[in-house]
Every structure is written in structure tokens, then in C-alpha cells.
């Protein structure tokens, strides 16, 4: 029903595909950073099984929304604790590479994004540009929250680095301009 309103008012959703299932991942011990406090979690798609699963779990709500102008957005900050037990930049776009190209088998006009981090942190995204994930996407998001020592209008020179690094990696590779998007803030 929300993606019907927003398309009667010529808006998109963008929904993001994330987080693992029990089925298919072990349970790991992980660290709040912010409490110290230690929990049980279940470990992010890192397995052949579980980046499988969540492939075929992404495709089936790509066919779903077909057509529906959705844009899909692989995890939400995968370089911070939402990547469990921590942040891994070959997994991550190990998932993401299998995860577009499975949705794309079925809706090749799927508007797929990522990586979704959240700030700029530029070893990850340097890492996820090289790793060919770039290949297979639409767009690229980021999430540019700040430090609140930084004033918002701060994130005008992240944005202009993140512009050249990825024309760096299309020219490298032969491909097309990538949008950036601002997925969250």
C-alpha cells in the first residue's frame, strides 16, 4: 500500500534489503560499542549458504515490487555493528555482488544501491569499489552523518572525494558514471 501512495505522487521507495536469518548464519557473540554490553547475534550473510539464502530472499521481494519503482538498497551500514560480529568489506560486497546479480536475473530493471555506510569511511569504500561490486549497481549511497564537532555543510568535501574515487574506478574499469545517493541522514 506505502509504494502505491508514493507512486500516485511520483515519489520512490527506497526500501533496504538487510540482516540475517537464524537459518542460515551461526550465532555470534558481539560488543556494544556504546554500552559494553555483550549479546548473542546472528553472524551477517558471510557463508555460501547465507549469502545464498539472502539472494534468493532479495530476488523474491525484487519480483514482488516489480515494476513498482523501488530502489533497493543492500544492508544499512555494513562498515559499522550492523555487520556482524564486525565490519568485513570482502563479505559485504561478496553479498552485494550476489545479491544484485540474482535480483537483476529476474527484474533487469531493478534500481539496486550500496554500499549504505554510514559516514565515509574511505578504506571501506576504497575496498568495495576494487572488489567489482561497483559493476553491478545503479547508484552508490552513503549515509553522511557527521561527527557533531563537523557542521553539516562539511559533507560538500566527503561527497566531492567519494565522486573521485568512484570516477577513479569507472575509468579503471571501463564503467558508466555512477549517481551517488544520500540514503540516510
Known sequence: VLVEHLRKRRMRAM????YSNPLYEETVMV?????????????SPHTAQGITAFARWATAAAGHFRGRGVVWEIWNEPN??????????????????????AMRALDPGAIIVAPATSEFPWDFLEAFCKSGALECLDGVSVHPYRNPSRPPESAGDDYRRLRELLDRHATQGGRRRLPILSGEW
Request: charged share 30%; proline share 5%.
Open 31 to 43: 560488543t556494544n560499542e556504546a554500552t559494553g554490553e555483550i549479546r548473542r547475534e546472528v553472524a
Open 15 to 18: 526500501l533496504i534489503l538487510d
Open 80 to 101: 559499522i555493528g550492523f555487520w556482524k560480529p564486525k565490519p568485513n568489506v570482502d563479505d559485504y560486497s561478496r553479498l552485494v555482488m550476489s545479491t544484485c546479480n
